[in-house]
């Protein structure tokens, strides 16, 4: 079976996740094809403005690329990530993503193409 690449996928337009007054854009890149554990990664991008409240149904991991996060759990937990931060996010867990500037985070999570 052959590898897939997807070419300079930083930067590439992010579709907007459509919560209301939140600059919030997020895009599924590759997808994996087994139905029982399947692995979707893609591009999040945060701006300035609104906070994003978000909460995990399934399992992802987050690498910072650029810019910054102001990241908080519901356990008060509360982290400023830059690029080279790596964050997992727990199946269930309520975060709140927030940014001074802007964020871009590549993610990796358990779960569907579009189920995000």
Not at 64 to 86: N, Y
């Amino acid at each position: 079976m052959a590898f897939k690449h997807y070419k300079q996928i930083k930067t590439q337009e992010l579709p907007s996740m459509n919560i209301d007054n939140v600059p919030a854009f997020l895009k599924d890149f590759a997808i994996s094809d087994d139905s029982e554990k399947p692995i979707t990664s893609g591009l999040f991008r945060l701006k300035a403005g609104q906070s994003l409240k978000y909460t995990y149904t399934y399992h992802e991991m987050k690498f910072i690329v650029d810019g910054s996060f102001i990241i908080e759990d519901e356990t008060g937990q509360k982290v400023t990530a830059k690029p080279g931060d790596l964050f997992y996010f727990p199946k269930d867990t309520s975060i709140t993503f927030s940014t001074p500037d802007f964020g871009l985070g590549f993610f990796c999570g358990q779960r569907g193409e579009g189920e995000a």
